[in-house]
């Protein structure tokens, strides 16, 4: 998409970027665009791309470090504990007896009412 924009420079970091024909600012020393996701997203846009081309510069110079390799290995570097395992684990060891989870039958009850319960205002408490 940004090789067929048009870049035009205001000064050394702020330029106009025309698309069809919507025009866009990008600052690149504030990481700004006028329309939003380079600040929002904190990596470039595709206007902020066609400007990065046109000075010669490499576009990884202008994401967040958050979506660097080195931070999303540190992210998985911890092993992940399911929920359910440890709820599994939990249960099968439940005061040292080994039952398991599927064990568990529920005891014939009686259905519960759906009567709703009278109010202050309603029939059973109004004077006659």
């Given at each position: 998409m940004s090789h067929?924009?048009?870049?035009?420079?205001?000064?050394?970091?702020?330029?106009?970027?025309?698309?069809?024909?919507?025009?866009?600012?990008?600052?690149?020393?504030?990481?700004?665009?006028?329309?939003?996701?380079?600040?929002?997203?904190e990596i470039a846009c595709s206007h902020a791309?066609?400007?990065i081309s046109y000075r010669n510069k490499h576009h990884?110079?202008?994401?967040?470090?958050y979506y660097s390799n080195k931070n999303f290995q540190d992210t998985y570097a911890i092993p992940i504990v399911l929920l359910l395992r440890m709820h599994l684990e939990y249960s099968i060891?439940?005061?040292?007896?080994r039952t398991a989870a599927t064990n568990y039958k529920k005891k014939p009850d009686r259905p519960p009412s759906n009567d709703c319960k009278k109010g202050f205002t309603e029939e059973k408490y109004k004077k006659e």
């Open positions: 067929r924009m048009i870049v035009h420079a205001s000064t050394e970091h702020v330029h106009i970027v025309i698309d069809d024909a919507k025009s866009f600012t990008v600052c690149l020393n504030t990481r700004m665009c006028s329309c939003g996701r380079f600040q929002h997203d791309i066609a400007v990884e110079d202008y994401c967040s470090t060891t439940y005061f040292g007896r």
